[in-house]
C-alpha cells in the first residue's frame, strides 16, 4: 500500500477520495507533501521507487470561473495561470522537469472541459497534463504512474534539498558511506529514508480537512534496532517542530551525558547555533532543574559510597536481610522509580527484571530498611538521587517547573517509570506531543517494564525500524547473534533486524592480549595504524571501554600516542578540546556509550562481561538476568561501530563468542 509522508489519518471529504486513488497503487510509491511554509510548492509529490516524481495540484476553480470566452479575467483565472507559472517554474530545478512530470486534478470540471483548458493553454507542450475529478478518480490508478519521470541521482538530490531540506543527514551525523563512486563535482549527499522520514513527520501536518477530526495522537512510539536512526529521527523531527513553531518549547531528553555532549558539539559544527526554543538535555540534569524550579532550593545528595555506608550500617537493626548493601541501593531505587508510596504496594509490587525474589517477610524488612535509610537523609537535608522525580510528582505545587509544548525521548528503554511521570506533568497542553525513540534489544538498565506498566498508551502507536543504516551486515549479524544466544531472544519485544540490501563489509575481530597492560599497548598501535596507514580521522574513531583497564593508564598511553590535546573522554568531560579542526579521538565508559557511534570502533576492558560473565554462567540452566544484561551491553558495544569493529581482550572468550569474530595476533 502507498505511504503518504506525513501520514494522513481521519481524513475526511475530498482528501479522503484522493487518498482512495493513491491506495491503490502498490507499496512502491510515496505521498509526500512538502511542509516547509516558506516556499510554493505543489500539494504532493508522487515518488516511486526513490527516482520517479510526478508533481501534482488540485484546483478547485469551476468551468464558469475558468472559461477562456470569457471578456474578463476572474481572480479564479488569475490564479489558475499563477498556478500554470509556479508549475512551469519546476523546469528550472533541472531540464529533466520539462518532459513532464506535472499534472493538476480540475476538482470543479467535467472531461471536456478539462480538454478544452487544456488546449486553450497549450499545456502539454508546456509539459503539463491536467485531469478532471472524474477521471482521475476512475483512471488515476492507471495513467499516474505513467506520467512520472525518473530523474537521475543529482537532480534527485537537488529536489530533496529544495522541497525537502529537513530530512537531508548532514555528513557529521552519520557514519554512512556511499559505495559507488562518483566523479561529478557534486558532493553526496544523504537523506533519511522514507521509514524514517514517516516517523519523523508522524502528525506533523494533518490536511485542514482532518486537523478537527483527529483524535489524540500526542503519543508515538518508534522501535528501532541498533542504528536505524532513532536519533537521527528524534534530532529532525526536534528541528522540524521548533523552526515551524518558534513560541513553542521544545525539549530533547537522552539518557547520558556523552550522547548530549557529542550531539551538541556536532549539531553547533553544523548549524552555528539550534533553534532558541530547542533543548537537548540529559534526562537527570532535566530533572533535577525542575526540582529546583519546584522547590527553590538546590538539593543536597549523597555521594554513592556515603548510600552504601549508610545501608552497611543500618541494615545492622535487620540481619535476617541477605542480599548485598549495592543490590539494596537498587532496591531503594527501584522503590522510588516505581512511586511506591506504602510498605502494602511494595508487598505486591511486580519486580520483574530486579533479578533477585524476595519473600514477603524479606520485603518488609527492606521496606523498614528504606523507611529508615529515608529518614536519616533527611536528618542530613540530603535525598537519594531517584528520590528527586518521586519528589516532583508527588505534590501538587508545580512551583515554577517549565512546561514543553513538545518533548522527544531517545533511548526511552532506560527511562524509569517515575521519570515519564515527570514528563507527563511537563507538557503543556492537552494537544502536546510526546514522541519517544527506543531500541528494546538494548534494554539493559530498567528491567523487563512494559509501556504500560510506566503509564504510557502505544498501543496502536508504534512503528518498528528494523533497517540499520550504521554498521555493515556481518557487524550486525555478530552483535545480533549475542542476544540470540545468551539472553531470551524470543521474547515478544524482541527485534529481529533486516538484513536485505546491507553492505557485508569485514567482520569484527577479535585481539587477544596477554594482560591489560599489553591490550592498551595493542590498541595505541592499532589506532596509530589506523590514523597513519589506513588515513582514517581521529573524529571517526571511538574507543569504549569497560572496568577490566585502569583508566589513567588508559589515558596517560592514548595521551601519548594521538596527543593530549586530540584526546577528548565524553564521560568525563562535556566539551571536547577547542580549536582542534583536525577533530579528536573520543573515547567513553561501556555503561555511558548508547546513541554514540563511529566508523571505526574499538572495545577494551570488557573481560568482566565476555570472560567471567558469559562463561561463568553458560553450564546453568537458565539464562540469568546478570548474563542478559552482559549480552545486552556487548550488543549495545559491538553496534556502535559503522564499519570496522575491533575488541582487545585481555583473557580467552566463550567458544560460542570467540566463533562470531575473525581472530588475529597482536603486535605489541
Known amino acids: ?11 475526511t471529504g475530498r482528501q479522503m477520495q484522493i487518498k482512495r486513488v493513491f ?23 508522487l515518488h516511486q521507487n526513490k527516482q520517479s516524481w510526478l508533481a501534482i495540484c488540485v484546483c478547485d476553480s469551476s468551468f464558469q470561473d475558468l472559461n477562456p470566452d470569457q471578456l474578463f479575467n476572474s481572480d479564479a483565472m488569475t490564479s489558475f495561470e499563477a498556478l500554470l507559472l509556479n508549475l512551469k517554474q519546476l523546469n528550472s530545478l533541472s531540464p529533466q522537469w520539462t518532459k513532464g512530470a506535472k499534472l493538476i486534478i480540475m476538482w470543479g470540471c467535467t472531461p471536456e472541459q478539462t480538454q478544452r483548458l487544456s488546449d486553450h493553454h497549450e499545456l502539454r507542450q508546456k509539459g503539463i497534463r491536467i485531469t478532471s475529478k472524474e477521471t482521475f478518480l476512475e483512471q488515476g490508478e492507471t495513467y499516474l504512474p505513467k506520467l512520472a519521470i525518473a530523474l537521475d541521482t543529482i537532480t534527485n538530490q537537488e529536489l ?17 558511506r556511499q559505495l559507488k563512486r562518483d566523479n561529478s563535482a557534486k558532493a553526496v549527499q544523504f537523506f533519511l529514508d522514507t521509514q524514517q522520514e514517516w516517523a519523523s513527520k508522524l502528525d506533523l501536518d494533518l490536511p485542514k480537512e482532518q486537523s478537527e477530526a483527529a483524535e489524540d495522537c500526542s503519543i508515538r512510539l518508534i522501535n528501532g534496532v541498533a542504528g536505524s536512526g532513532k536519533t537521527l529521527i528524534a534530532i529532525s523531527r526536534a528541528l522540524m517542530l521548533s523552526r515551524a513553531n518558534p513560541k513553542h518549547q521544545v525539549l530533547i531528553l537522552i539518557h547520558n551525558k556523552p550522547v548530549v555532549a557529542d550531539l551538541n558539539q556536532r549539531l553547533k559544527q553544523i548549524y552555528g547555533v539550534v533553534p532558541k ?43 535476617d536481610i541477605k542480599i548485598e548493601d549495592k543490590q539494596l541501593q537498587d532496591e531503594f531505587d527501584f522503590i522510588n522509580d516505581a512511586l511506591i508510596i506504602d510498605q502494602n504496594q511494595y508487598l505486591e509490587a511486580d519486580r520483574a527484571g530486579q533479578g533477585f525474589a524476595l519473600r514477603a517477610a524479606e520485603r518488609s524488612q527492606i521496606w523498614e530498611l528504606y523507611e529508615t535509610v529515608v529518614l536519616v537523609l533527611e536528618r542530613r537535608n540530603m535525598r537519594l538521587w531517584s528520590s528527586l522525580p518521586r519528589d516532583i510528582v508527588s505534590t501538587e505545587n508545580t512551583g ?14 532506560f527511562f524509569a517509570p517515575s521519570w515519564f511521570q515527570v514528563v507527563k506533568r511537563c507538557l503543556e497542553h492537552s494537544d502536546s506531543s510526546l514522541f519517544l525513540c527506543a531500541d528494546p534489544n538494548q534494554g539493559f538498565l530498567k528491567g523487563r517494564l512494559s509501556w504500560k506498566r510506566v503509564g504510557l498508551d502505544v498501543a496502536g502507536k508504534t512503528k518498528k ?23 531470551d531472544a524470543d521474547a515478544e519485544d524482541f527485534l529481529t533486524p533486516d538484513f536485505e540490501g546491507m553492505d557485508s563489509g569485514e567482520p569484527p575481530v577479535l585481539i587477544i592480549s596477554a594482560s591489560p597492560q599489553d591490550a592498551i599497548t595493542q590498541l595505541c598501535n592499532e589506532i596509530k595504524a589506523h590514523t597513519e596507514t589506513l588515513n582514517t580521522p581521529l573524529s571517526n574513531i571511538l574507543l569504549v571501554y569497560g572496568k577490566g583497564i585502569s583508566e589513567p593508564m588508559l589515558t596517560k598511553k592514548l595521551g601519548q600516542t594521538v596527543g593530549e590535546q586530540y584526546l ?23 555503561d555511558t556509550a548508547t546513541g554514540l557511534e563511529a566508523h571505526v570502533v574499538f572495545l577494551i576492558g570488557l573481560e568482566s562481561l565476555i570472560s567471567r560473565g558469559l562463561s561463568s554462567t553458560l553450564s546453568n540452566s537458565g539464562k540469568t538476568k546478570d548474563l542478559e544484561q552482559s549480552a545486552r551491553k556487548l550488543y549495545m558495544a559491538m553496534t556502535r561501530a559503522g564499519h570496522r569493529l575491533i575488541l582487545i581482550n585481555s583473557e580467552s572468550v566463550p ?3 570467540a566463533s562470531l569474530f575473525s581472530q588475529i595476533q597482536p603486535t605489541y
Request: glycine letters at 0%; hydrophobic letters at 40%.
Open 160 to 176: 530533496f534539498s529544495h522541497f525537502f531540506p529537513e530530512v537531508e543527514i548532514p555528513a557529521l551525523c552519520t557514519t554512512r
Open 465 to 487: 525500524l528494523r533497517k540499520s543504516y550504521r554498521t555493515t551486515q556481518k557487524i550486525l549479524e555478530a552483535a545480533n547473534q549475542v542476544l540470540v544466544e545468551f539472553t
Open 23 to 45: 491506495n491503490k497503487l502498490d507499496d512502491s510509491f510515496v505521498v509526500r507533501k512538502c511542509i516547509s511554509p516558506s516556499l510554493w510548492t505543489p500539494d504532493f509529490f
Open 1 to 11: 500500500m502507498t505511504i503518504f509522508v506525513p501520514e494522513w489519518s481521519n481524513v
Open 568 to 590: 577528548w573522554n565524553l564521560s568525563t568531560d562535556q566539551v571536547p578540546p577547542k580549536n582542534r579542526s583536525e577533530g579528536h579521538l573520543r573515547i567513553a565508559r561501556l
Open 277 to 319: 526554543n530547542l533543548r537537548i538535555m540529559t534526562a537527570f540534569a532535566w530533572i533535577r532543574e525542575q526540582w529546583v524550579a519546584q522547590n527553590n532550593v538546590q538539593p543536597s545528595m549523597p555521594s554513592n559510597h556515603l548510600v552504601l555506608e549508610l545501608i552497611a550500617e543500618t541494615r545492622k537493626t535487620w540481619p
Open 655 to 657: 567458544e560460542k563468542f
Open 400 to 413: 515554577a517547573i517549565k512546561l514543553y509544548r513538545h518533548i522527544l525521548i531517545d533511548e526511552a528503554q
